[in-house]
């Protein structure tokens, strides 16, 4: 885990907060299409994120919040989450139709949310 960790400070060093933040924010999107349990999530991410945080002086509330963004706009749109395909085929649509509708509503969130970061990294 320590190796991991020194790994990564090594690959942030030097980058600004705004940077690492956006980067883990992706990472976070990307990984919620393998991990969909967000305890699961947070269980495998978090003794990574936090030392990471530390380390490269990054507010810690900010890291969690880039966590929960990050996880909850996909669960709309990844076909591994079961509430979402359950839902669609009660509804009757088809999951083509909801990416139709779903994608440029998930962009704006996205948008909103890396806007939303921005904002509280220049807080804290």
Known sequence: ???????????FEGKSPFMVIFLLYIFVLVFNAFVIS?????FILFPVLKP??????INQQVV???FQLGDGFTNYVFP???SLMAGLELGGVTYQQWLKFAGKLLLVLLGGGFA???Q???LS
């Open 116 to 118: 939303f970061l921005a």
């Open 52 to 57: 990471l945080a530390d380390i490269l002086g």
């Open 38 to 42: 967000v305890s699961g999530k947070a």
């Open 1 to 11: 885990m320590d190796t991991i960790i020194h790994s990564l400070a090594a690959m």
């Open 64 to 66: 969690v919040t880039t």
């Open 80 to 82: 591994s989450s079961g």
């Open 120 to 122: 509280i990294i220049g």
